[in-house]
T-cell receptor
Framework: DTAVSQTPKYLVTQMGNDKSIKCEQN?????MYWYKQDSKKFLKIMFSYNNKELIINETVPNRFSPKSPDKAHLNLHINSLELGDSAVYFCASSQGNPSGYYEQYFGPGTRLTVT | SQQGEEDPQALSIQEGENATMNCSYK?????LQWYRQNSGRGLVHLIL?????REKHSGRLRVTLDTSKKSSSLLITASRAADTASYFCAPGGKLIFGQGTELSVKP
């Protein structure tokens, strides 16, 4: 059984479009995350939700909006896509809050290419 | 928040050799985690070491932590081709990841 799943795995779209990436975890975890990994492999946290509440919101353009309909789901909606948004986006979850005491479980990633 | 800085950025060794990767960070931490990322995949947790621990083992992995030097090392003994991956450290609470060390183990 997949612990953390993301859809789609690949997303190719044009500049200016709006797109969404979905994430689901079946681990019963309280906290979920979105990360962006650029071409140089830097992995940067974007958002974190704990029990559907936003607890981490790093410096991310307003075009990015996370939504957590319930504890098991965290979706990422991106408006007006730009070339610089091309990256791999990872969803992750952990049992507790992001204190560093809990290991994170990562999804397989969504490779977004903006042309 | 802080990120760990892994060193070296890339490491190439032969199967059977040991691989050592280092991580440095800037502020005091309660714990530090190491993760592995295979090409095209998400990160997989390897080991967590707490600030009151100096060394921890898990199979062929050995992690050390020196809080006075604000550094950690990950040693993989008797490496295998399957160990080829990028390795990331995440010091402290927010799990900010750096660029990782890209390990290549040649058969």
């Amino acid at each position: 059984d997949t612990a953390v799943s993301q859809t789609p795995k690949y997303l190719v779209t044009q500049m200016g479009n709006d797109k969404s990436i979905k994430c689901e975890q079946n681990l019963g975890h309280d906290t979920m995350y979105w990360y962006k990994q650029d071409s140089k492999k830097f992995l940067k946290i974007m958002f974190s939700y704990n029990n559907k509440e936003l607890i981490i919101n790093e410096t991310v353009p307003n075009r990015f909006s996370p939504k957590s309909p319930d504890k098991a789901h965290l979706n990422l909606h991106i408006n007006s896509l730009e070339l610089g948004d091309s990256a791999v986006y990872f969803c992750a979850s952990s049992q507790g809050n992001p204190s560093g005491y809990y290991e994170q479980y990562f999804g397989p990633g969504t490779r977004l290419t903006v042309t | 928040s802080q990120q760990g800085e892994e060193d070296p950025q890339a490491l190439s060794i032969q199967e059977g050799e040991n691989a050592t990767m280092n991580c440095s960070y800037k502020t005091s931490i309660n714990n530090l985690q190491w993760y592995r990322q295979n090409s095209g995949r998400g990160l997989v947790h390897l080991i967590l070491i707490r600030s009151n621990e100096r060394e921890k083992h898990s199979g062929r992995l050995r992690v050390t932590l020196d809080t006075s030097k604000k550094s950690s090392s990950l040693l993989i003994t008797a490496s295998r081709a399957a160990d080829t991956a990028s390795y990331f450290c995440a010091p402290g609470g927010k799990l900010i990841f750096g660029q990782g060390t890209e390990l290549s183990v040649k058969p």
